[in-house]
Nanobody
Framework: VQLQAYGGGLVQAGGSLRLSCAASGLIFSNYALTWFRQAPGKEREFVAAINWYGSTTYYADSVKGRFSISRENAKNTVYLQMSSLKPEDAAVYYC?????????????????WGKGTQVTVSS
């Protein structure tokens, strides 16, 4: 199983980025997908999650209204659209998959992890 996150980069505060995570080696539509992030010196934290079908989403309070998670099961890909970025959003962003199917927000419940993609926000 592989999850590959990409789309990170350097953006000015107030700007936007779209992260993508492409999966292979699993029946993608059976898995809930979650984005986490980890800033230097901090613990990995939940950002956004989506259930297997894409009908239910859940967001951390810190990103609600600014970030949007979506998925395309036909492309085995999950997205994180990030808008109105703030310097505190800077982190390495990870995608993860859980076989539970429903929305999952805890790291211990994830079955597979991708390598992260760096997001840097300049003030």
């Amino acid at each position: 199983v592989q999850l590959q996150a990409y789309g990170g980069g350097l953006v000015q505060a107030g700007g936007s980025l779209r992260l993508s995570c492409a999966a292979s080696g699993l029946i993608f539509s059976n898995y809930a997908l979650t984005w986490f992030r980890q800033a230097p010196g901090k613990e990995r934290e939940f950002v956004a999650a989506i259930n297997w079908y894409g009908s239910t989403t859940y967001y951390a309070d810190s990103v609600k209204g600014r970030f949007s998670i979506s998925r395309e099961n036909a492309k085995n890909t999950v997205y994180l659209q990030m808008s109105s970025l703030k310097p505190e959003d800077a982190a390495v962003y990870y995608c993860a998959a859980s076989g539970r199917g429903s929305v999952v927000i805890v790291t211990s419940a994830m079955n597979y992890w991708g390598k992260g993609t760096q997001v840097t926000v300049s003030s």
